[in-house]
T-cell receptor
Framework: AQSVTQPDIHITVSEGASLELRCNYS??????LFWYVQSPGQGLQLLLK??????LVQGIKGFEAEFKRSQSSFNLRKPSVHWSDAAEYFC???????????FGSGTRLQVQP | GAVVSQHPSWVICKSGTSVKIECRSL??????MFWYRQFPKQSLMLMAT?????????EQGVEKDKFLINHASLTLSTLTVTSAHPEDSSFYIC???????????????FGPGTRLTVL
């Protein structure tokens, strides 16, 4: 069965600092990987996705993620965090769209002024 | 494109009543829809998978008689919480997968969620 681990429950960074959110997955074949952001009381917004090809994926809002098969990781990065980035971030894995996604437990990002 | 709506966005009901939540794909046909549940400060947990015209497949531990799912058309799925109790209070999110374009066939598109509060 597929699974996703987000080791960091809560991260606090200063505005303007760089950010890296960790995500490790367990899946037997080539996974489809996603990062979503959720603001309080809101639905999910897709930041970026990886299906195949270039392992460095660019997303919206200045985010990027790198797929590393050898480490089973898909970490999310941003070079300079803005206060508006404060939210909950979820990593998810799927095989194809036929099945539901499996989500990690989420990482809550707090941004200090 | 690929917009999914949910209605209502929030609902408050008395214990023992039933609540229906609609999930619609607005600009594509959704062959499959998924229903998730999210408790406060927790992740999304899959409740069931519904395919148009067939019975929903429920995840282990989800009561199918309590959470009735209907996917009668390619653009609409409904989740009915029957005889709701306070422990059913949660954030319910649907997602839809369709055949919008070849490059999007493996994507799922999420609705904005419905917050249910049972008094």
């Amino acid at each position: 069965a597929q699974s996703v681990t987000q080791p960091d429950i809560h991260i606090t960074v200063s505005e303007g600092a760089s950010l890296e959110l960790r995500c490790n997955y367990s899946y037997g074949a080539t996974p489809y990987l996603f990062w979503y952001v959720q603001s309080p009381g809101q639905g999910l917004q897709l930041l970026l996705k990886y299906f195949s090809g270039d392992t460095l994926v660019q997303g919206i809002k200045g985010f990027e993620a790198e797929f590393k098969r050898s480490q089973s990781s898909f970490n999310l990065r941003k070079p300079s965090v803005h206060w508006s980035d404060a939210a909950e971030y979820f990593c998810a894995v799927g095989d194809t769209g036929r099945r539901a996604l499996t989500f990690g437990s989420g990482t809550r990002l707090q941004v200090q002024p | 494109g690929a917009v999914v709506s949910q209605h209502p966005s929030w609902v408050i009901c008395k214990s023992g009543t039933s609540v229906k939540i609609e999930c619609r794909s607005l600009d594509f046909q959704a062959t499959t829809m998924f229903w998730y549940r999210q408790f406060p400060k927790q992740s999304l947990m899959l409740m069931a998978t519904s395919n148009e015209g067939s019975k929903a497949t429920y995840e282990q531990g989800v009561e199918k008689d309590k959470f009735l799912i209907n996917h009668a058309s390619l653009t609409l799925s409904t989740l009915t919480v029957t005889s709701a109790h306070p422990e059913d209070s949660s954030f319910y999110i649907c997602s839809a997968r369709g055949v919008l374009r070849i490059l999007m066939v493996n994507e799922q598109f999420f609705g904005p969620g419905t917050r249910l509060t049972v008094l």
